[in-house]
């Protein structure tokens, strides 16, 4: 069975990208442009796995870091943060599970997801 995976990144190509790369890995996947949007989605759906940008609309990744690792309902989620600021990223590395700063290539992101894909 296929696991879900939420991106959350409001860079259009990326999340494409992103999403295509995690389906290449065997999840179904939906894409959120916003951190509003994502903290709303993040209150019903229980994803596997979560790829994170630090700069979004309305909403700072970080806070939505901060929600996912306070429900625990959401305590299993693996949280990739993608960020192109390498101080954020570094200061994030103890709360996410990964942290890989942009430009993530397509492979780069496929065969880590797929190592993390559950049985």
Do not use: W
Not at 23 to 39: L, M, N
Not at 40 to 48: G, I, N
Not at 79 to 96: K, L, N, P, Q, S
């Amino acid at each position: 069975m296929n696991q879900f995976a939420l991106v959350i990144e409001d860079d259009e190509d990326l999340s494409i990208i992103f999403s295509e790369a995690l389906q290449a890995a065997g999840f179904k996947t939906k894409i959120i442009r916003d951190g509003q949007s994502a903290q709303e989605q993040l209150a019903e759906l229980t994803p596997s796995l979560v790829i994170l940008d630090m700069h979004l609309p309305r909403v700072a990744g970080g806070d939505i870091l901060s929600q996912i690792r306070a429900d625990d309902r959401l305590k299993d989620v693996i949280v990739v943060i993608a960020t192109a600021d390498a101080r954020m990223g570094e200061m994030y590395h103890d709360t996410a599970d990964f942290v890989l700063i942009k430009p993530i290539s397509f492979t780069q992101l496929r065969d880590l997801t797929a190592r993390l894909q559950r049985e």
